[in-house]
């Protein structure tokens, strides 16, 4: 085990004080490559000391030659200067967490070999020690007000439940064989294995852990969750958590918000709603409870709203009915009168504040992208995450009405000069029935508005997701234009930031409304930006996107080619191996055998004969959330009918390409694709 220094590893990182974000812009000659992008640190959520003086925050590097990737943990005053790296490890270092007296940062690290654990760092100086040696580590660390105990989710072998004890049994034996009872018996990238994700309290004096959420449900649970979904009542008696007891889960999206005491005895429920509640947070003066919840039982995508639960009256008072939008993260003032939150507001996330007697709900940011926001103790400033298409996130600061906006870090400092990085250009159009519909354009380095560009036409996933003002290290709209492409990106019926209707509109009607907003997007962009060669165009979409894509194999030949990363192709095929049946049921209305009307009119394979149009197909083996047989089955089905097709498979990824290597090999392919179909 590697011993941690604090304060003696010291690499010193510009902080660009005063510069406002509209002002910080890549002004470099060089396209971005594969390795550039996986160059870049990428800064976690802040962390503000008791005092207000100090931020502490993780950093994500990856080393591309060695496939892995380290995280460590840095500080910067409040005021900016010079960053201080605290943690310097092999291991992984996140989550800090400020004792309520500011002299211990607890943070969760991989350093001890097994497994996550939470250590405990003087913010003074000097070595971590080890708190937590649970055996299904621990992580998500939260202090009591006392700073005698810290809250941590592990995993545990549940008491109770047939199937988990089976699993148990076979896997200690010599077979990696699993049998199943349940649905889920899988999800995301990963096997169900029996074992339950619980909340434990830990004594910080003795490192003694209890289990606070005995039983055979994940706690929190594993699909749905909010940002942090349990949290400590300010006297340290009440501990609220999530938990869904749909059995099975596979169907249901209840998650439900309980309460227990941290002496002991029996859960008490307290939201009786049908749909997703998620997120509780006690108010500092312990008064209040606030929590984000959905209405529509079934539907992910439904508007998240905050409700107010008073612990006096038992009142559930909603807060941000009058704003159509959905909640996304949110922090308590220190005075319990006011919550500051974010959400999805087009394509940017924007700072929001509500008093809680309602009085107040105001907007504080607009065009920006904000993320995991944290207020100073005297209510005088805002923290949070900030980024967009042509800066990767960085920590900022404003005052908390959301003015006088300046970065405090500068991660990548050395590297994004040299880059030529595009801002987005957005422009709005008539999709659909004659609604108004957003897109952005980026353009490729050396841009030269006289010469005629191939264009990289980018349709997001979900169904219900968007695209927005950030710089994604997987799907990066300038790392696609770098090769010489111009980048369109729309975000058409079923996107979230635009109000709850425009996001229900794609629910049944997949390839209907969203496909006119798509091809009508195509066309405002050909019309707006002449500089757009309308003979050599490509289309590109993951999950949903690559549902797309497989739609748009059907039903246009406006692309040479099309790149299809885990799409869904097969309605009737996809419904029987995915691994959440809630969200095609939902999707679809209802069971594919009972009410095959959906499932039959929006099914890509369906129009198999209508299939002209080379494709790149990307599938991972590991991805239950859209099977590999999916992608599969699109290739077999373009190679029976005689048009081009290529199958990249890694085996070893889910739903997204995370590791390093195969991250290259991944954007080598599409560019050897895309060059062979759309350079002169």
């Not at 992580?139 to 700073?147: A, F, K, L």
């Not at 034996?173 to 899988?186: F, P, Q, S, V």
């Not at 192709?569 to 009972?594: K, V």
Request: charged share 20%; with cysteine; hydrophobic share 35%.
């Amino acid at each position: 085990m590697q011993i941690l220094r604090s304060l003696l590893v010291v690499f010193t990182l510009i902080t660009i004080s005063g510069i406002p974000l509209d002002a910080v812009a890549q002004s470099g000659s060089d396209p971005i490559t594969p390795r550039d992008l996986w160059a870049m640190g990428r800064v976690g959520a802040p962390a503000i000391s008791p005092d207000g003086t100090r931020i502490a925050y993780p950093v994500t590097w990856y080393d591309v030659d060695a496939d892995r990737g380290n995280s460590d943990i840095w500080m910067v005053g409040i005021e900016g200067g010079d960053s201080v790296q605290l943690t310097s490890s092999p291991g992984t270092d996140t989550s800090p967490a400020w004792s309520p007296d500011g002299k211990w940062l607890a943070f969760v690290t991989t350093r001890g070999g097994d497994g996550p654990q939470i250590y405990l760092l003087p913010a003074s100086g000097g070595e971590a020690r080890r708190l937590t040696s649970a055996e299904g580590g621990a992580t998500g660390p939260v202090w009591s007000r006392d700073r005698k105990q810290i809250l941590f989710i592990s995993e545990v072998w549940p008491e109770g439940d047939e199937q988990a004890d089976r699993l148990r049994t076979l896997s200690e034996g010599t077979t990696d064989a699993k049998i199943y009872d349940e649905l889920m018996y899988r999800h995301w990238d990963t096997w169900e294995d029996g074992m339950r994700s619980h909340v434990f309290m830990v004594d910080v004096a003795s490192g003694v852990a209890r289990d606070l959420t005995p039983g055979p449900y994940d706690t929190p649970p594993i699909s749905l969750g909010g940002f942090q979904d349990y949290d400590l009542s300010p006297d340290g008696t009440e501990l609220a958590f999530v938990r869904n007891t749909d059995v099975p889960t596979a169907v249901g999206t209840d998650n439900d918000i309980w309460v227990v005491s941290t002496g002991g005895g029996e859960p008490v429920l307290l939201t009786s709603n049908e749909a997703n509640d998620t997120a509780p947070q006690y108010s500092p003066d312990g008064r209040y409870m606030a929590y984000l919840a959905m209405e529509r039982p079934g539907f992910e995508a439904d508007r998240t709203r905050m409700i107010l639960y008073d612990r006096g009256s038992g009142e559930h008072r909603p807060l941000t009915e009058a704003l159509d939008r959905s909640i996304a993260d949110f922090v308590w003032a220190s005075d319990s009168r006011s919550i500051t939150f974010t959400c999805q507001d087009r394509i940017y996330r924007s700072i929001y504040r509500v008093t809680v007697d309602g009085s107040t709900l105001e907007q504080l940011t607009t065009g920006h992208y904000f993320a995991g926001p944290a207020l100073t103790p005297d209510g005088r400033h805002i923290v949070a995450l900030s980024q967009a298409n042509d800066m990767p996130s960085e920590l900022f600061i404003m005052a908390t009405d959301g003015s006088g906006i300046r970065q405090l870090t500068s991660t990548n400092e050395g590297l994004l000069p040299r880059l030529s990085l595009d801002s987005a250009e957005v422009f709005t159009f008539k999709g659909a029935g004659g609604d108004d519909v957003e897109g952005f354009l980026i353009r490729p380095p050396g841009f030269d508005p006289s010469k005629k560009y191939p264009l990289v036409y980018l349709v997001h996933g979900g169904p219900q997701g968007a695209w927005s003002d950030v710089f994604h290290y997987r799907w990066n709209a300038n790392m696609f234009a770098a090769p010489g492409y111009v980048v369109l990106s729309v975000n058409p019926r079923g996107s979230t930031g635009y109000g709850q209707q425009f996001t229900d509109e794609i629910t049944r009607d997949w390839g209907g409304k969203v496909y006119e907003d798509l091809m009508n997007g195509l066309d405002a962009a050909l019309e707006r930006f002449p500089f757009i060669d309308s003979t050599r165009m490509a289309a590109t979409g993951a999950s949903y996107g690559g549902y797309m894509m497989n739609w748009f194999e059907g039903h246009t030949t406006r692309f040479r080619t099309l790149i299809n990363h885990d799409g869904v192709t097969n309605l009737f095929s996809m419904y029987g191996a995915t691994e959440e049946l809630w969200f095609p049921e939902w999707e679809f209305g209802g069971l594919p055998w009972e009410n095959p009307r959906y499932y039959e009119r929006w099914n890509p394979m369906a129009f198999v004969k209508n299939f002209q149009t080379p494709m790149l197909i990307i599938h991972g083996g590991l991805d239950y959330r859209v099977p590999l047989g999916q992608g599969l089955e699109m290739f077999t089905a373009l190679r029976r009918t005689g048009v081009r097709a290529r199958l990249l498979y890694f085996p070893d990824e889910g739903h997204w390409v995370l590791r390093p290597q195969n991250a290259m090999v991944w954007w080598e392919t599409i560019y050897e694709w895309l060059a062979e179909y759309l350079k002169e």
